[in-house]
Antibody
Framework: EVQLVESGGGLVQPGGSLRLSCAAS????????MNWVRQAPGKGLEWVSY????????YYADSVKGRFTISRDNAKNSLYLQMNSLRAEDTAVYYC?????????????WGQGTLVTVSS | SYELTQPPSVSVSLGQMARITCSGE??????AYWYQQKPGQFPVLVIY???ERPSGIPERFSGSSSGTIVTLTISGVQAEDEADYYC???????????FGGGTKLTVL
C-alpha cells in the first residue's frame, strides 16, 4: 500500500524557516516523480514544486521560487521541502503527492498533509 | 503565469446533470486532470487525461475536451457528489503545473 506521511509543519514567525519531510513507503520511491501541493485555509489547491525521480529536474511555482527548495533522498525514501523567508501567505496545509499529473494509471497519491502557520 | 479558469460555484438538483468547465490556453496541447475534494480530506482523482475514469470512480463521472475548454460532467448527481472540484494541467512548456481555482458543487 502506497503511503506518504508528511511531517515538520508548525508555527513559525514571518521571515523564518521550516523544513518539511515526506516519508514514502509501499512503492519504489526512486522510480517516481514527486510534488508538493499546498492549500491555504478555506482556499483552493496550489501546486508548489516538482522533482523528477532522480532529482535532476526541479520546477517551482513563481510564488515560492527563490525561497523554497525541493529535494529528495532516494536511499531514505524521503522527499523534502526547505522553506525560507516565510510569509503569512505561505500559511497552508502542505501535501506531498505522487502522480498527480501526467500519470497513465489513473492513480494519484496524496499524504494527509502538514499544517504550516506563519504568524508573529 | 499560466492560469486555468473555473466557475466558483455550480448548483444542480439531485439526479440532474452537472457540468463544470475549465478553460486554459494550453489545454488543446496538455491533458487535464480533475480532482474532487471534500471538507477535511485530501483530493481524489476522478478524471485523468481529459476523459479517462480511474477504477473505482462511478460511471456518472465523465470528462471531455474541446479546444481551450475541458469539462467535467456528472450525470445523475448524488448527494455525496457535493464537493469542491479542481482541474489540473500544465502550461505549454510543461514547466508549470497549475490548478484551477476550484468549483464548489452544491446539490439541491
Amino acid at each position: 500500500e502506497v503511503q506518504l506521511v508528511e511531517s515538520g509543519g508548525g508555527l513559525v514567525q514571518p521571515g523564518g524557516s521550516l523544513r518539511l519531510s515526506c516519508a514514502a513507503s509501499g512503492f519504489t520511491f526512486s522510480s517516481y516523480e514527486m510534488n508538493w501541493v499546498r492549500q491555504a485555509p478555506g482556499k483552493g489547491l496550489e501546486w508548489v514544486s516538482y522533482i523528477s525521480s532522480s532529482g535532476s529536474t526541479i520546477y517551482y511555482a513563481d510564488s515560492v521560487k527563490g525561497r523554497f527548495t525541493i529535494s529528495r533522498d532516494n536511499a531514505k525514501n524521503s522527499l523534502y521541502l526547505q522553506m525560507n523567508s516565510l510569509r503569512a501567505e505561505d500559511t497552508a496545509v502542505y501535501y506531498c503527492a505522487r502522480d498527480i499529473y501526467g500519470g497513465n494509471s489513473g492513480k494519484a497519491y496524496w499524504g494527509q498533509g502538514t499544517l504550516v502557520t506563519v504568524s508573529s | 503565469s499560466y492560469e486555468l479558469t473555473q466557475p466558483p460555484s455550480v448548483s444542480v438538483s439531485l439526479g440532474q446533470m452537472a457540468r463544470i468547465t475549465c478553460s486554459g490556453e494550453a489545454l488543446p496541447k496538455k491533458y487535464a486532470y480533475w480532482y474532487q475534494q471534500k471538507p477535511g480530506q485530501f483530493p481524489v482523482l476522478v478524471i485523468y487525461k481529459d476523459s479517462e475514469r480511474p477504477s473505482g470512480i462511478p460511471e456518472r463521472f465523465s470528462g471531455s475536451s474541446s479546444g481551450t475548454i475541458v469539462t467535467l460532467t456528472i450525470s445523475g448527481v448524488q448527494a455525496e457528489d457535493e464537493a469542491d472540484y479542481y482541474c489540473l494541467s500544465a502550461d505549454s512548456s510543461g514547466t508549470y503545473v497549475v490548478f484551477g481555482g476550484g468549483t464548489k458543487l452544491t446539490v439541491l
